[in-house]
């Protein structure tokens, strides 16, 4: 059946009114500067005096698609039930683009990563992703849900905790003796402190590992503290070179030139991601970890090419020694994975390591679609389009969510309700469910109440973090420690924070060193759930 749209061709054409609205004549003008189409389009079809033709003057209809932040999907739809959004708009600079399309090159000329991009550079992106401009903006927006790019978002580290608001400011708190703070000294801080410095600059997204920080802002560029290298440590947290500390936001320019959307830091090398889906890794240069044939003290950025030279990546997640990657491609979205493959963390069926990427052919195979990947420090986890959670990797402590499980090698479904957030930490997971509660499952997290676990202290199965669940609150974002680290010759325990949907930040866990926010009574180790003294809306 056809949209009760395309009888507005006709003479019983629906009719806006309106008072006295005379159409300028130069509604047929010369083409404008595309970067304002968007605000000033005009269609160029005939239009009455007095009246306004839904379909002879569709510039409400374009503004409605774009102001509503329509899904890409709901976009196609459009265009595929009803021919008035398939014909082409008629509006410039492209008069055969349909109104969805418009629409959909409206929604990304909004964010800043495409923005500021040349018309080449943004025509060449839309042909990567197959030659859509919703598929384009399909493209930007798992990024900007997947690591909450442009987003308030919480980010727990080994020992220390980093905040970014909806704003773009940066708030840090706990272990700082690399300076992995970012405040300018190595002094602990047991309560959110602003990083003053990088006050002008807006920061979309951030990466903590073991005495390092990467932050990215919406003009591309990456700034870094702590450890000075991006280099390794050993277990004891011993840096393979004699590197000083950072304790100042620097820019890295060895990444100038590269419009950066999102950083991760592993164990042992660091990696980021181009607005173009191309990744760049740092240092374990060695062939069987990231396929660039080069030393290990070589931490210079290089590009991964190989199998993912035509792929568009959307997401990455590093963990210790691995690396995983969210494909973006027109026909859905695919898992690859490189590095160590010990506890079958690749995903692969097997414990080998891989130098170059490799795609994770078990959800293809069984039409898994996978939206979202999280890597913990052992273990893996995708989350589905349909909400479902799968797991794989080293499974000490429960943390695969299905029983005492040593290890799984292929990427096995978790129990649990209809998913929107996985996290993956160190041998514990972390679910928010659609309706904004939090499961967990694994070693039993510190500062959650007793009865929570089995015998041996671990959770076995997902299950209802219920001190979370007695705060009412919907959670829309969780992060747990996914990398152990040594602080004043100590193993810091893991922590916890969780973001709500009013902006509204909470810890657990691990807080000897400040990274709850609040100093503890001297002699405790963790503390249960509590609110975090800051507002990131």
């Known amino acids: 059946m056809e949209c009760p749209m395309d009888a507005t061709a006709s003479e019983a054409a629906l009719v806006i009114q309106f008072h006295n609205i005379v159409h300028d004549a130069t509604s047929q ?8 189409e968007h605000a000033k389009r005009h269609f160029s079809g005939e239009e009455a005096i007095g009246q306004f033709p839904l379909a002879a003057s569709p510039s409400i209809l374009l503004h409605l698609l774009s102001s509503c932040e329509l899904d890409p999907k709901d976009l196609a739809a459009l265009e595929a039930t009803c021919t008035f959004f398939r014909n082409p708009a008629k509006f410039p600079p492209d008069l055969e683009l349909s109104l ?5 090159l409206d929604m990304c000329q909004e964010r800043a990563m495409f923005k500021l991009m040349e018309a080449e550079e943004k025509e060449w992106l839309k042909q990567r992703c197959g030659g859509s401009w919703k598929l384009v903006l399909g493209y930007i927006l798992v990024g900007e849900k997947n690591y909450r790019r442009g987003k308030s978002q919480v980010i727990a580290g080994p020992g220390c905790s980093i905040v970014v608001t909806t704003k773009g400011g940066v708030y840090s708190f706990g272990a700082n ?48 503290f702590g450890h000075s290298t991006f280099g390794p440590f050993d277990y004891y947290g011993t840096a393979a070179t004699n590197e000083v500390s950072c304790p100042n936001p620097q820019l890295v320019e060895s990444l100038k030139g590269i419009f950066v959307v999102q950083a991760s830091i592993g164990g042992f090398f660091s990696a980021v991601l181009s607005r173009e889906g191309r990744v760049y890794t740092f240092s374990w240069g060695h062939p069987d970890r ?49 590095g160590c493959g010990l506890g079958g963390k690749l995903g692969h069926g097997n414990t080998r390591n891989e ?53 799984m090698t292929l990427p096995t479904a978790v129990e649990t309700m209809k998913a929107v957030h996985v996290s993956t930490g160190y041998y514990t997971t972390f679910v928010i469910t659609h309706n904004g509660e939090v499961y967990t499952f694994g070693q039993k997290g510190l500062g959650l109440q007793d009865g929570e676990d089995d015998e041996s202290g671990d959770i076995l199965a997902p299950k209802l973090v219920t001190s979370l669940a007695g705060l009412e609150e919907r959670f829309v974002q969780i992060s747990s420690t996914n990398a152990g680290d040594w602080v004043d010759d100590k193993l810091v325990y893991s922590h916890t924070v969780a973001l709500t949907n009013s ?35």
């Open 290 to 338: 990231l396929g660039h044939g080069t030393e290990i003290a070589d931490v210079e950025p290089r590009l991964l090419s190989g199998p993912l030279e035509d792929v568009l990546v959307a997401q990455i997640a590093a963990g210790n020694c691995y690396l995983l990657m969210l494909a973006y491609q027109p026909n859905g979205m695919s898992v690859y994975s490189m």
């Open 100 to 104: 969805p399309e418009l629409a959909a």
């Open 29 to 36: 003008s010369p083409q404008r500067d595309p970067e304002d």
């Open 355 to 407: 130098g170059t990427p490799l795609q994770i052919e078990h959800f293809q195979t069984f039409n898994i679609r996978p939206m979202s990947i999280s890597a913990g420090a052992f273990h893996a986890a995708v989350l589905s389009s349909d909400g479902r959670v799968f797991t794989w990797g080293w499974g000490v402590h429960g943390c695969l969510g299905r029983g005492a499980e040593e290890y």
């Open 503 to 537: 902006g509204k930040m909470y810890a657990f866990g691990g807080g000897s060193k400040g990274q709850l926010g609040v100093k503890l009574a001297e002699g405790k180790e963790a503390m249960p759930p509590f609110q975090v003294a800051l507002d990131l809306i």
């Open 177 to 224: 003796s690399w300076g992995q703070l970012g405040l300018g000294d190595t002094e602990h801080k047991f309560k959110p402190c602003l990083i003053r410095s990088l006050q002008g600059i807006r920061i979309t997204q951030a990466a903590v590992g073991s005495r390092r920080t990467m932050l990215v802002s919406d003009t591309g560029s990456v700034y870094k």
